[in-house]
């Protein structure tokens, strides 16, 4: 069911049934300007006298009542003649609601109510397959409406302000609570490629979003104009969120934009948010730490930083933005005493539905990921936790389909290791 506010005014409706379900809705129908028709033998006290401007037809539902009608409400307490209703209206092209099994009509009623707020009158409407948990839940947003209007975008008065809100790896469930409540009292949100985009779909019409990701090879908007941008919106008094991918100080250039609103006299508060380096392995079943296993974790960008860290692979390390070098990267750990079978996987697009897992042994995982056609963003896991994860198994298994070239591994062993030493 695709939920649509419909315009009533004049509309000839026809309401099926003469009980007290029918009686409601032929109220509201009525509130709302339609040209209401009731056929039904008989009518329930709730519809007696007949409210001004109802037609009754005192008899069952034939054909022809449906003639020239835009809408049909069928609710007669018997769930033939209801099916039939439909049946009727749908040959003719007639949306129709049927209260006894909302399931069957083509179009529902949600639960509903009209709540004044300091920024006018909102309507709530919830429907779901539970039609008294849809009231339930109707209820509690209306009176959470009433109760806290301040809720809706408080503007500062005090003028213009920066928040550089961390976004988590991509899933807007992920947010955290001042981040939302940040990012719905803005004004303006600057976004990054990989913050979560679909919570801009929660904001109001009115919000102006400025989009400055990095999409590879194409340009991106570069640091120093969007240091120059989140200035110069919240000189102007606006209140500007810079929403960015995962931790704004987890490789984010955080601290820059920060520093950068600092020396032009903005406020600017830092709000943290969930690094991809530590929810992208977890969403792919991977603990970066686990008793008798790993007891820590390194993150890092390429490989310069490689010699300096624990070879061992209960040493886990997360490897960001690293998909490009992944095949420099592993010879480097396997020339600098990493086991040649130490496990790796490569989660692209983690925590989306888009998630996939590649993994295989660190001699091999650039062949594998190469015939995969692995792509970034993706987080790499090096490290016997990798074999906890529920991809490892399976994945081995497919590593020698897949690595056709199998002279690749010792290219990765032979040449590279030369060229090392
Ligand atoms: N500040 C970010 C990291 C920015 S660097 C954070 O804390 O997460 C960008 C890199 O993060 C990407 O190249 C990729 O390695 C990683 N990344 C971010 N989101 C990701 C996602 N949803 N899936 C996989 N990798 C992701």
Known sequence: MFSLAVDLTDVP??????????????????????????????????????????????????????????LVHTATGDPEIDRKVVEMAGERGIWCVNASASAEGTAVVPARASVPTPTGEVTVAVSSADPVRSVEIR????????????????????GGWVALVGGGPGDAELLTS????????????????????????????????????????????????????????????RGVVRLKGGDPYVLGRGEEERLACVAAGVEVEVVPGISSALAVPAAAGIPVTHRGISRGFTVVTG????????????????????VAQLRDTATRLIALGRSADCPVAVVERGCTPQQRVTVAPLARIAGVAAARGVESPAVIVVGDVVRLGPDWAAGLAQCDELD??????????????????
């Open 139 to 158: 209820n509690r947003i209306s009176h959470d409406l009433r109760t806290e209007p301040t809720g809706l975008r408080p503007r500062r008065p005090h």
């Open 303 to 322: 490989h310069d930083q490689i010699p300096q860290l624990p070879a061992d692979t209960g040493h886990t390390l997360v490897i960001l933005m690293g």
């Open 178 to 237: 001042r981040a939302l409540t940040l990012l719905h009292s803005a004004d303006v949100v600057v976004i990054d490629r990989l913050a979560p985009h679909s919570v801009l779909q929660t904001l109001d019409p009115d919000v102006l979003v400025i989009d400055v990701g990095k999409v590879p090879g194409r340009h991106a908007v570069p640091q120093h104009e969007i240091n120059r941008l989140i200035v110069e919106h919240a000189h102007a008094g």
């Open 404 to 421: 056709h070239d199998r002279h690749d591994e010792l290219d990765v062993l032979g040449i590279d290791l030369k060229a090392s030493a």
């Open 13 to 70: 409706v026809l309401a099926v049934g003469g009980g007290p379900v029918s009686a409601r809705r032929v109220h509201a129908f009525l509130a709302a300007g339609a040209a209401v028709t009731v056929v039904a033998p008989t009518l329930c006290p709730a519809l007696q006298p007949l409210p001004l401007g109802v037609r009754w037809h005192a008899r069952g539902v034939a054909p022809e009542d449906l003639d020239g009608v835009r």
